[in-house]
């Protein structure tokens, strides 16, 4: 209708956002009455579905069409099937099953900050009066070990291959400290590609039961120790070759950073580094959009942590102690590694 | 990294789509904080945006940072500014603004229905036990009225041009029952383009309230009567040129849908017409996106209304004793107009 070069201005983006909330709840729905293991096991309509779900046909009908236009599934002539996604991600027959990503990503406590964003962009941190982040959370972060784990190997696979050259030219044990560990699979997965890996767990108590299971499950527990406690006055023991600081500087404020940096500075040998996995913006703070985006999550989430540039990062490590700090962008992943050299 | 043509799969849609609720609730709390108008009025840094909004700093830095990356906002040098969208429809010194959607796009309820998708499902409908839309729900209607009217105005102007050659050729009042009614600016909207439509509006009184109050903004109050209560019971009048049935039908299962077209039938006058403004996906069910993607909208809300399709509204109409049915598509707009003549 517009007879102009530039678009019109329209509502729709406006509209979209305002009810985009609905497309999270729908694949929720979708892993949780397990439709994409139905599918994958050839259900393919309605009353088969329904039936295999246990759900109602309506119901079931009504869902995987959404899932369809979201583009989780395909429909052609009235009957579904997966899309490549979805088979290697949503079937739970697949190893590389991440379903339960849902159940700590839209957590009613995850749903519960969003809802009052309001007032914490008013105040400037979350207005749930729990976002200090540095007394235990046994539900929150049970759940995240339980729920996340999968998300982590990927980039496991890269931390792996940095600490890799080091590991051929010595031969000997190379030591890993793995700070908040949640479900340990940064540790568990390199000591499981590295041999010579042993791996100290540091995390609350009900936490590290998650991390044990795992490091169980990939065959390392011989290399596995674990550590109860808080990384702010925990013994972390010393001489560590590595230490993995994953997803866990940005619940914190630079000068509490600074705070833990040191800690860890004293834990590693000399020449010891720490690799930091974290959501790093450009300086300009709004790309790369995954990265950029992460600042509201914490926001909404913590007292007073960020999605940091690396300027900042830098900074802090300095700070610390450090002689080097480099920044390592990782090919198809939205986070980076901060690599920073005692 | 991937040597292959085809995309390697990627966890990366499934994780953006379980916390794409954080781009709702972003959007809503710039709403609520009025960041859109104080942009638009100057404030283009973090400290003059908290002054002005009355937020922290760091809180709306970081959220007119995720708006930006959203596309929301343009961020230049540290500047932010508004896009062409946001300055007409974000910024409350627009007349076409439009952030009071918010309010009832992400209300309580709406959220709360959403969250038991998963029991509705299983259901068939609804699982929050208010779902027959038969009786009257004061809080729920009056906030759509109040604030969704802005969304109706561009399909109003298309039903005034379907309406305007027959206003043309007879010069005598057009009568034109708005069926519930909500905001009225299908009915209001239609009366202010032509002079000689005389709308009675029906919905229930505290409904009608707002509606009424819309009418006089518009100055056509001496041309809008009102009936208070239910379409399914209420008194509607007789020998009606047209009946407005505005995202009314998508609320109820065929067999009702039957019942209320047989009574809207009955009200119209001889050769009169119904407009029924709806969502239509095509048979597939699941295109054109936004048309197919509200039948879970439906399914979350409601007992056993959907998004139907024309073969459906057809069926429907034919039941009721229409004559004829037709649907016009719009352009640039997600909804279509069945048409259907007595």
Redesign the interface.
């Known amino acids: 209708?517009s007879t102009a070069a530039?678009p019109?201005?329209?509502?729709?983006?406006?509209?979209e956002?305002?009810?985009?909330?609905?497309?999270?709840?729908?694949?929720?729905?979708g892993i949780?009455?397990d439709l994409f293991t139905a599918i994958g096991e050839g259900a393919n309509e309605p009353a088969a579905l329904a039936k295999r779900t246990?759900?109602?046909?309506?119901?079931?009908?009504?869902?995987a069409?959404?899932l369809?236009?979201?583009?989780?599934l395909n429909?052609e002539n009235g009957k579904y099937s997966l899309t490549?996604?979805s088979?290697?991600?949503?079937d739970k027959r697949s190893p590389?099953y991440?379903g339960a990503?849902?159940e700590f990503?839209?957590s009613g406590q995850n749903?519960d900050n969003?809802?009052i964003?309001?007032a914490?962009?008013?105040?400037?941190?979350t207005a749930s009066g729990i976002g200090d982040n540095s007394k235990p959370e046994d539900e929150r972060w049970v759940n995240f070990a339980r729920s996340m784990g999968?998300?982590a190997v990927p980039m496991a696979g890269v931390l792996a291959q940095m600490i890799a050259p080091n590991s051929g030219s010595s031969g000997g044990p190379i030591r890993v400290l793995d700070v908040a560990a949640g479900h340990g699979l940064y540790g568990i997965t390199v000591a499981k590609i590295l041999p010579n890996v042993q791996v100290t767990a540091l995390d609350w108590p009900a936490v590290l039961e998650v991390a044990k299971e795992n490091a169980s499950k990939a065959g390392i527990l011989d290399r596995y120790a674990t550590r109860h406690g808080s990384a702010f006055d925990a013994d972390l023991g010393e001489g560590y070759d590595y230490i993995f600081i994953t997803n866990f500087l940005h619940h914190f404020d630079p000068p509490t950073n600074e705070k833990l940096l040191r800690r860890f500075h004293a834990a590693l040998k000399p020449g010891g580094k720490t690799l930091t996995v974290e959501f790093v913006p450009n300086p300009?703070?709004?790309?790369p959009?995954m990265a950029?985006?992460f600042?509201?999550?914490?926001?909404?989430h913590t007292d007073?942590g960020?999605a940091y540039t690396f300027a900042e990062y830098e900074k802090m490590h300095c700070a610390a102690g450090f002689k080097s700090c480099s920044l390592h962008p990782v090919?198809?992943l939205?986070q980076q590694v901060v690599v920073a050299e005692k």
């Open positions: 209708m530039a019109r201005p329209s509502p729709e983006k406006i509209f956002a305002l009810t985009r909330y609905q497309q999270t709840f729908a694949l929720k729905a949780e009455v246990q759900t109602a046909e309506r119901g079931v009908r009504i869902l069409d959404y369809t236009i979201q583009g989780f429909k490549p996604d088979a290697v991600f949503l590389a991440m990503m849902a990503l839209v749903l969003m809802q964003l309001t914490s962009v008013r105040k400037g941190g999968s998300m300009d703070r709004v790309t959009p950029a985006a600042s509201l999550v914490m926001l909404a007073s960020d090919a198809d939205p």
